[in-house]
């Protein structure tokens, strides 16, 4: 990936990280970049045997070709939904990059901020899905644990534009 920038984008395939890709595909992703999709699972849902191999590290980086594939579901419990496939299959048609998804399990704060290490990620974006004060008290937000510990420029794209 020399010379290249990698661009992460955390997805959940929720309105809110569409919100984010889009405003990542229009204004940051060039030709030649490579885009990451991060995807954090809560659960663990992968085949016997792999568990041990990816608990750690996350699953291997997925070409865009795969995600829509049932066996790709099966294997690591994601689901793209066909919005933000033609998304990713029209920005690919438009520019000359390179789109894969890494699949990651466990704490979404603590695992995307290990992704921005290991990868490496030149910069992030992730979306804020505007939990009120209280809740954000209670939950955490995941934006802002990612922006402030984080070692490369996290960019949030707020749910709602009138925040």
């Known amino acids: 990936m020399e010379g290249h920038r990698s661009v992460g984008v955390a997805v959940d395939f929720s309105p809110c990280s569409k919100k984010a890709l889009k405003w990542a595909v229009d204004n940051l992703v060039r030709n030649g970049d490579y885009l990451i999709l991060l ?3 809560s659960s663990v849902h992968y085949e016997e045997g792999e568990m041990q191999l ?3 590290t996350g699953s291997p980086l997925i070409p865009l070709d795969e995600l ?7 294997k690591y419990g994601v689901k793209p939904d066909a919005e933000t496939i033609d998304i990713l299959k029209t920005l690919v048609a438009q520019k000359e990059i390179v789109v ?13 901020c ?8 030149s910069c992030l974006v992730i979306g804020n899905r505007g939990l009120g004060k209280i809740k954000r008290a209670i939950m955490g937000s995941v934006s802002n644990y990612v922006v402030n510990n984080g070692t490369c420029p996290v960019t949030v794209v707020k ?3 009138n925040e």
């Open 39 to 41: 995807t954090v699972q």
């Open 100 to 112: 894969v998804m890494k699949v990651l399990w466990g704490d979404a704060r603590e695992k995307l």
């Open 54 to 56: 990816w608990e750690a």
């Open 159 to 161: 749910a709602h534009d």
């Open 68 to 74: 829509a594939d049932p066996h790709t579901e099966k």
């Open 114 to 121: 290990e992704a921005i290490e290991n990868i490496p990620l």
